[in-house]
């Protein structure tokens, strides 16, 4: 059974940095596209980005300021916040790319605010 375990969240001011992680277990990682979702409160899920053999992609809201990486020998994929924003507070997830509807961990609450 596929797990995902997203870790690094927590509380930063305007401006400020945090990278998260998410390690995958269970599945065959390496060959599946991974991405990052969210969750803003009162607000439906979204795509952050993802990572696939064609490279990086980012929702506009993020590019320049997020990078997603992955590293395949320990299953697992992070997503390094620069220049964070109050907007970007939200629960942050992973799942595959497109999504798997049974793949959905916690998450981790990454909270922007001065």
């Known amino acids: 059974q596929v797990q995902m375990a997203e870790s690094g969240g927590g509380f930063v001011q305007p401006g400020g940095s945090l990278r998260l992680s998410c390690a995958a277990s269970?599945?065959?990682?390496?060959?599946?596209?991974m991405a990052w979702y969210r969750q803003a409160p009162g607000k439906e899920r979204e795509l952050v980005a993802f990572?696939?053999?064609?490279?990086?992609h980012y929702t506009d809201s993020v590019k320049g300021r997020f990078t997603i990486s992955r590293d395949n020998a320990k299953n697992t994929v992070y997503l390094q916040m620069n220049s964070l924003k109050p907007e970007d507070t939200a629960v942050y997830y992973c799942?595959?790319?497109?999504?798997?509807?049974?793949?959905w961990g916690q998450g981790t609450l990454v909270t922007v605010s001065s």
């Open positions: 269970g599945g065959i990682f390496s060959i599946h596209p």
């Open positions: 799942n595959q790319y497109p999504y798997m509807s049974d793949f």
């Open positions: 990572i696939d053999n064609g490279g990086t």
